[in-house]
């Protein structure tokens, strides 16, 4: 998987390359964190039935691209459903962005110094 997140003064950064990137019509997105409604940690539950893809990948254990799910437009890239950041945007070209970062915490902790009004939500809380 060919996926960076870097958090910058103003936007958070996801970079995509190789295949991914390939994949998913995307080398980059840029989410300033104005946009950044909550943040969500842990599993995500994706819907197989109910999902639509429009650009990417889906197999059992690695999921990338552009998705309608619901009526809301997701970009999606991650191998475990156990371990991703999930961000419900606003004004954004996507509704949620749903990604797997092994230090979640300390991303976490990066966006919420640069907006502390923020509702973070852990796994076992949903």
């Given at each position: 998987?060919?996926?960076?997140?870097?958090?910058?003064d103003?936007?958070?950064l996801?970079?995509?390359?190789?295949?991914?990137?390939?994949?998913?019509?995307?080398?980059?997105?840029?989410?300033?964190?104005?946009s950044?409604?909550?943040?969500?940690?842990?599993?995500?539950?994706?819907?197989?039935?109910?999902?639509?893809?429009?650009?990417?990948?889906?197999?059992?254990?690695?999921?990338?691209?552009?998705?309608?799910?619901?009526?809301?437009?997701y970009?999606?890239?991650?191998?475990?459903?156990?371990?991703?950041?999930?961000?419900?945007?606003?004004?954004?070209?996507?509704?949620?962005?749903?990604?797997?970062?092994?230090?979640?915490?300390?991303?976490?902790?990066?966006?919420?110094?640069?907006?502390?009004?923020?509702?973070?939500t852990?796994?076992?809380?949903?």
């Amino acid at each position: 998987m060919s996926f960076q997140v870097v958090a910058g003064d103003r936007v958070l950064l996801l970079n995509i390359s190789g295949w991914t990137a390939a994949l998913t019509l995307r080398k980059e997105i840029k989410i300033p964190y104005t946009s950044i409604e909550e943040i969500r940690v842990g599993k995500f539950h994706f819907p197989l039935t109910a999902a639509i893809k429009r650009t990417g990948i889906t197999t059992l254990d690695y999921k990338a691209g552009i998705f309608i799910i619901e009526g809301e437009k997701y970009f999606l890239v991650y191998r475990s459903t156990n371990e991703v950041v999930m961000l419900r945007l606003k004004g954004c070209e996507f509704d949620q962005v749903v990604f797997e970062r092994g230090d979640q915490e300390q991303l976490v902790n990066d966006i919420l110094r640069r907006c502390p009004s923020l509702n973070v939500t852990k796994d076992d809380e949903i």
